[in-house]
């Protein structure tokens, strides 16, 4: 009898893990990183100056964990402010209206900002936000009155660009795909948990010994 439970313990058993495996465990992370050193800035969007800024890019991998800029202050007396970060599948061109809903959007605060110059980078986390390898996406940028951003035109990010429409710089104006943001991001690849593996192992470990068991099984005749 108790053979005969051991295949649906067992399918339990591995829908188990495949409901654990909702929280995600991440391998392989790898961090793209474009205009290190730029030292221009651009002026992110708000009610003052309205433009959707922002920066075009493609995850190479399963899972986005977090994506950083380099930010900057264009007013002496703004040293820390509020900076809103939303996510959209796709390459938005410039002076097209934003997709209907974005895949991820969190408002972020961001400290230490220089005066007519840029700090380092802060990297927003994502999560395990799942994504679309080798899919273009468009994180765009929001935040108060005289926030900035650094972008360059030197290192040429292929894949993307920066978002802008109003930026008085002849490169960006007459090759976008030159001009991209200070900016980088994290991807990372699906791994399966230790307790998971061990998990799954012991399934298959079972099965195997049910399926030996009835091959050995003698049937006895009486005449």
Request: hydrophobic share 40%.
């Amino acid at each position: 009898m108790y053979r005969n439970l051991i295949v649906p313990a067992v399918i339990a058993m591995l829908a188990a893990t495949s409901a654990q495996a909702a929280t995600v465990v991440t391998t392989h992370p790898v961090t793209t990183t474009v205009n290190e050193s730029a030292t221009a800035t651009v002026l992110i969007s708000s009610t003052t100056t309205p433009d959707t800024i922002g920066q075009v890019f493609v995850p190479t991998q399963a899972y986005l964990t977090s994506i950083g800029f380099r930010f900057g202050s264009t007013n002496s007396n703004t040293k820390s402010g509020n900076v809103t970060v939303s996510l959209y599948e796709g390459a938005v061109k410039p002076g097209d209206a934003l997709p209907a809903s974005a895949v991820f959007s969190q408002q972020f605060s961001v400290s230490n900002l220089i005066y007519r110059g840029v700090g380092n980078y802060v990297d927003f986390s994502t999560g395990t936000l799942g994504v679309k390898a080798n899919t273009a996406y468009t994180v765009v940028l929001s935040a108060a009155s005289n926030i900035a951003i650094a972008y360059g035109t030197g290192e040429g990010y292929v894949p993307g660009y920066l978002l802008q429409t109003r930026l008085n710089n002849n490169t960006c104006r007459n090759t976008p795909a030159a001009c991209d943001a200070s900016f980088r991001f994290t991807t990372a690849s699906p791994a399966p948990e230790p307790a998971q593996w061990g998990m799954m192992l012991g399934g298959f470990a079972m099965i195997g010994g049910a399926v030996r068991y009835r091959r050995r099984r003698t049937t006895l005749s009486f005449r």
